[in-house]
């Protein structure tokens, strides 16, 4: 059973758009939320983390979480094309392990 | 810039080979762990040392040794891989011991790229 699920992708959005990527997790009792941007060829880098409910904003990203309905999201607004790659949601399972979605890729068309 | 030093960046090695990957971090991070990634694939848990005890072995073959010879260093004993062992080595920390609690924020360094032949 998979505990946390991203859609792969690819999404694709113009220069400037908003750029939503959405996660779904298993595990109820699950406290904290990440998301990590990785390009190609390089490693996992932290975006944001969240462990509230409600909106969490810096800069351009924005996460969101909703614990009732167990999703977490990213909002990339004014998406540039430097921000293509692919995003990993990630979540503390029961087991104390950090799980991670297979990833949405993301491109944004210049 | 990650305060989470791999080296080698790139690795070749035969199948009787013996290497090793180092990894290295002073942030004060009590926890560190070694990920192994596949193309398009996410990052799969190896070890978890927590206060420089092996906490977690998430049944990696032998050929893969782990070892911590203080907080601030990881390094992963390779011998005897196979090719499908070639990906990409992510060494990462967090502060605390490893723990689904608030606060545990896991910093990956740049990865070892590993390719056996």
């Known amino acids: 059973q998979k505990e946390v699920e991203q859609n792969s992708g690819p999404l694709s959005v113009p220069e400037g758009a908003i750029a939503s990527l959405n996660c779904t997790y298993s595990?109820?009792?699950?406290?904290?939320f990440f998301w990590y941007r990785q390009y190609s060829g390089k490693s996992p880098e932290l975006i944001m983390f969240i462990y509230s409910n409600g909106d969490k904003e810096d800069g351009r990203f924005t996460a969101q979480l909703n614990k009732a309905s167990q999703y977490v999201s990213l909002l990339i607004r004014d998406s540039q094309p430097s921000d293509s790659a692919t995003y990993l949601c990630a979540v503390y399972g029961s087991q104390g392990n950090l799980i991670f979605g297979k990833g949405t890729k993301l491109s944004v068309k210049p | 810039d990650t305060e989470v030093t791999q080296t080698p960046k790139h690795l070749v090695m035969g199948m009787t080979n013996k290497k090793s990957l180092k990894c290295e971090q002073h942030m004060g991070h009590r926890a560190m762990y070694w990920y192994k990634q596949k193309a398009k694939k996410p990052p799969e848990l190896m070890f978890v040392y927590s206060y420089e005890k092996l906490s977690i072995n998430e049944s990696v073959p032998s050929r893969f040794s782990p070892e911590c010879p203080n907080s601030s260093l990881l390094n992963l004993h390779l011998h005897a891989l196979q090719p499908e062992d070639s990906a990409l080595y992510l060494c990462?920390?967090?502060?605390?011991?490893?723990?689904?609690?608030?606060?545990?924020?896991?910093?990956f360094g740049e990865g070892s790229w590993l390719t056996v032949v």
């Open positions: 595990d109820r009792g699950s406290q904290s």
């Open positions: 990462a920390s967090s502060q605390g011991s490893h723990s689904k609690d608030y606060g545990n924020t896991i910093y």
